[in-house]
């Protein structure tokens, strides 16, 4: 039935998924990717840091990430706002870089469909 659909270029369409099912999504090659963009893999610097340092896995993860960013944060990898040190806590200091994954995230939420978001 897949191989059916990916031939005629069927696809599933949800009208108004449920939040629940929209942060489930996982957060990689995913359906929710706005028209005409290429699916984000996660596969530079920073994309691979949230994948395996923060163990992202769905939309709701990068969510968490990207988003309640204090209004002392600084835009550097010496940051020392409350998001930026939960970060490092919870990476047991493997992110270098919190400013960045949380750039990352953000952009990678830019890229879903306003559907899924």
């Not at 530079?44 to 340092?53: E, L, P, S, V």
């Not at 990068?62 to 919870?90: E, F, G, L, M, Q």
Request: with cysteine; aromatic share 2%; glycine share 2%.
């Amino acid at each position: 039935m897949i191989k059916i659909a990916k031939k005629y270029g069927v696809k599933l369409e949800a009208i108004h998924p449920a939040p629940e099912v929209r942060a489930e999504l996982p957060a990689i090659r995913s359906i929710q990717t706005k028209p005409l963009e290429k699916p984000d893999t996660l596969s530079d610097k920073f994309g691979k840091c949230i994948r395996n340092t923060h163990k992202v896995r769905t939309l709701q993860d990068v969510s968490d990430i990207a988003t309640d960013v204090p209004n002392n944060h600084k835009r550097n990898k010496k940051c020392k706002c409350d998001r930026c040190a939960k970060i490092r806590r919870d990476t047991n200091g493997a992110c270098k870089h919190p400013n960045k994954c949380i750039e990352r995230a953000a952009n990678l939420l830019e890229t879903v469909n306003d559907k899924w978001n």
